[in-house]
Nanobody, 125 residues
Framework: QVQLVESGGGLVQTGGSLRLSCAAS????????MGWFRQAPGKERESVAV????????YYADSVKGRFTLSRDNAKNTVYLQMNNLKSEDTAIYYC??????????????????WGQGTQVTVSS
């Protein structure tokens, strides 16, 4: 079993920044893919940023390119999402997701086995 604990959400004004963290604990895996997803009220969960198992490639949704940066610290089993220049449309619950194994970029929520509890990000104008 893998437990994912997210932190770093909160309330920020338009143009501000937040840094989300997702720490994995429990079973250890040498190869895994992780991603950040978000879900706004009344909308489906969507991929925001995803990194493949070896860290060589990262995917960003068009809506966040140039503003969000995903990074990964394998020694700490932690991934981060640095969010800059936040906009009101970034308001959502943000979830991290984890799938053991040598997977490439996984964009669909159904492809992930483990999920964090979610952290609220609210951007006010």
């Amino acid at each position: 079993q893998v437990q994912l604990v997210e932190s770093g959400g909160g309330l920020v004004q338009t143009g501000g920044s937040l840094r989300l963290s997702c720490a994995a604990s429990g079973s250890t895996f040498s190869m895994f893919s992780m991603g950040w997803f978000r879900q706004a009220p009344g909308k489906e969960r969507e991929s925001v940023a995803v990194i493949e198992w070896n860290g060589m490639r990262t995917y960003y949704a068009d809506s966040v390119k140039g503003r969000f940066t995903l990074s990964r610290d394998n020694a700490k089993n932690t991934v981060y999402l640095q969010m800059n220049n936040l906009k009101s449309e970034d308001t959502a619950i943000y979830y991290c997701a984890f799938r053991p194994g040598p997977w490439t970029i996984l964009l669909r929520p159904a492809e992930y086995r483990y999920w964090g509890q979610g952290t609220q990000v609210t951007v006010s104008s």
